[in-house]
């Protein structure tokens, strides 16, 4: 296997070689600098800006302005094994599913009021694949101030910035509405609490938060603690260009960069857990700290009988770079995750720490510009508890020339895998393969 892991990262990286090597589609691209999500094209009714939607109502008090997003998934996991044994020696099962869901839906109403720097962003949010699971349905938003360019104050249901696929981009990426494996395993995810980003200096962005815990979804108010002591900061450099396509931080090259676009970046989450923080099993998908092998680090008599983590305290850092030119792009990530300071009922722990790392690395090509995209990537987790990993290729159809609609062919392989549910395509400790197709629309 490892044999094969090496094969496979060779041939994005060689890949990826060819493709930069000369191909050019520059009588079709598109300016690089398009517009932010914060900018509107016109004051009209009716008018249209990408990633803010249609304007809908116009008046001297303030605006609306409305989004949705939604897509259809056939999902095939039948190629998966049976079973899966954990380092502990615990055997389960692996519900293998085959079936046709509209997967999401997403409507968001956003705008101005009284002030054209005071904005908000209201949204729903259906996990349809969770029907009849709590939280199923999530209602949220988000209220900002801007400032100056430095300076935007934020408050709300706000992503943690730990990861670039966590930096507000979705559904920018290569895959419909799904993270590679290590990403999803490692990276923080949404909670509410306030923050703040702007520039620092040209071509330097920042974000920063403090909130709740790593994720508030599936759990209400009464299981959080009272220590607010979850913080998570992001430092992105463009050197080349000054930006990085859509909201600075797309996967790949759909607008067609005719100058190398290239990114640094560089994440820092804290966070300390509490047990009665995290959703139970039949709670709505949540990013929960586990081990490598798919363990909840919280789940009783874990690391032996009677022992069970109450608190625990959560870093990682991760680093990114990119590079997009002519169509096409190379993107990597890599992450390294702390947990320790335990809080422990029952025996001791023989451990004070637990420490694992991991990458992902991405390769995509525009075959006909903004039209066809192949992409190949690849994911591995090194952890104390098993090394996972995963290699996927897929294909992206944009039928109309834009983002507003695409069709996603999409070949999947885990090892292992320490993360999955139902909103994902892979499953926990789920081996073999996977195939999804996905039709989008997000307008």
Known sequence: ?????????????????????????????????????????????????????????????????????????????????????????????????????????????????????????????????????????????????????HFTLVGGTIALPGARSVEGQFPNWLSVDNRMISDEFFRPSYTMGIGAKGKIIENLDYQFMIGNNLSQLGIDAGQLDNSFNTVSLSLAYFPTTGEYGMMNSSYGDFENHQAAATRLALHFTRSDEDRQGQPTNSAFDNVQIRLSDGSVIFAPDLFGTGTQIDKARYQMTSFDAGFKYHGFALEGEYYWRWINNFRVAGPPLNFDQLFDNGFQLQASGMLLPQYLQLYLAGSNIFGQYGDPWELRAGLNWFPFNNKFARFNAQYIYTDKSPVGGLAYPFTIGGTGSVYTVDFEINF
């Open 1 to 149: 296997m490892k044999n094969i892991r090496f094969f496979f990262f060779s041939v994005i990286c060689f890949t990826n070689s060819i493709l930069f090597s000369g191909i050019s589609y520059a009588q079709n691209a598109p300016s690089p600098h398009q517009k932010s999500a914060n900018e509107d094209s016109t004051d009209q009714a009716g008018s249209y800006t990408p990633m803010l939607g249609t304007k809908v109502a116009s008046t001297k008090f303030g605006d609306i302005n409305l989004r949705f997003y939604t897509y259809v998934r056939y999902l095939n996991q039948l190629g998966l094994e049976s079973e899966y044994t954990n380092s502990f020696g615990q055997t389960s099962s692996i519900k293998k599913r085959q079936d046709v869901q509209l997967q999401k839906a997403l409507i968001f109403f956003g705008g101005w009021f009284l002030d054209q720097k005071f904005r908000y962003l209201l949204y729903v949010w259906t996990n349809n694949t969770a029907q009849g699971q709590l939280a199923q349905v999530v209602v949220a938003g988000l209220v900002s101030y801007n400032f100056n360019k």
